[in-house]
């Protein structure tokens, strides 16, 4: 059935529990319970942020035990990058089956 909505025979004996107890707790606790559970998601979010800084910092010591420092001196041999043959690469853009 298109256009039609799906009613839950359910939903129709059984209220939501919100509209069950709308008229049952007063605006003002709501608002506190509301308020209640801001706090504890910005006490989560906190937590989250520290855990974050903790982790990026590990993967950090672990990147850096990895790298070997070079020092270079003047007159020490080290390999240049050809530019002339990294452009001539870039203008050819073969397909996949292409031949080299």
Do not use: W
Request: one cysteine or more.
């Amino acid at each position: 059935m298109y256009g039609n909505e799906v009613v839950v025979l359910l939903e129709l004996e059984i209220p939501s529990l919100c509209v069950s107890l709308d008229g049952l707790i007063p605006d003002e606790d709501r608002r506190k319970d509301r308020l209640a559970q801001l706090e504890v998601l910005d006490d989560k979010r906190v937590n989250a942020l520290e855990h974050l800084r903790v982790y990026h910092s590990h993967i950090q010591q672990a990147y850096r035990k990895k790298i070997i420092p070079k020092y270079f001196k003047v007159g020490d041999l080290v390999l240049k990058e050809n530019l002339a043959n990294t452009k001539a690469l870039e203008n050819e853009k073969k397909g996949k089956f292409e031949p080299n």
